[in-house]
């Protein structure tokens, strides 16, 4: 039997920033507390960038038992943790704060040299997240990279292969700072739910059906998101 195929995703247009976040934290503390009740843990996966941080905001503020959460990122700038770029320092500073401060917390960065160097180790720590997190928060960049899949970046159709095992890849941005280190695409797909969060005009004309259409002989990283996900895609846009 041919399957049936996935429709479009849903997308969910709002006034300003605010509210996208405050509906996606309702939702993603939904998603989180079914998980809870029926295995007793939850795990979530973010983004850093500047998208997320009213949603980190509202998370915080959420009454869960956040003690039986786990967190971790999508992917991780190659910085010390206390820089002004590390996606962590955002996370700690931003999320697990309030509420979310009893969430355990498994970081992408190491202190080997390159992010490739801690593939094999952090994939192996964070194999239950990389399988099927509950729940992974996505952004996108003008470029249409995300979870630092950048366009022409070096190894990236290894990583955008949806057939691959769920891991952590090395990135090496082509214009971009720093190295990465982040999840494949077979990760992303894995999760239960994944939502992508997105502010501005202009990104939001590139997730249109037509946008996405016109780009058929030549998709961006998002695109394979949208093209091999097997569960359904949420996206949370506001200028």
Known sequence: MTPTPLREPDLATFENPLQAAQTLAHELVGILAAALQAR??????????????????????????????????????????????????????????????????????????????????RSRTLRSLLTGADAVVLGMGEDGHTASLFPRAHGLAEALDPAAAPALVAIEPPVAPHARLGMNLAALLAAGHVALLVQGTQKGAMLTAEARAARAGNPLPIDALMLHRTRPLRMYWSP
């Open 40 to 121: 007793g843990a939850a795990t979530l996966a973010v983004s850093g960038g500047r998208s997320p941080k009213l949603l980190f905001d509202e998370l915080a503020r959420s009454r869960l038992d956040w003690s039986r959460v786990t967190v971790t990122l999508v992917d991780e700038r190659w910085v010390d943790p206390a820089s002004g770029d590390s996606n962590e320092r955002l996370v700690r500073e931003r999320l697990l704060t309030r509420h979310a401060a009893a969430a355990t917390f498994v970081p992408l960065k190491t202190r080997a040299d390159h992010p490739a160097e801690a593939v094999e180790e």
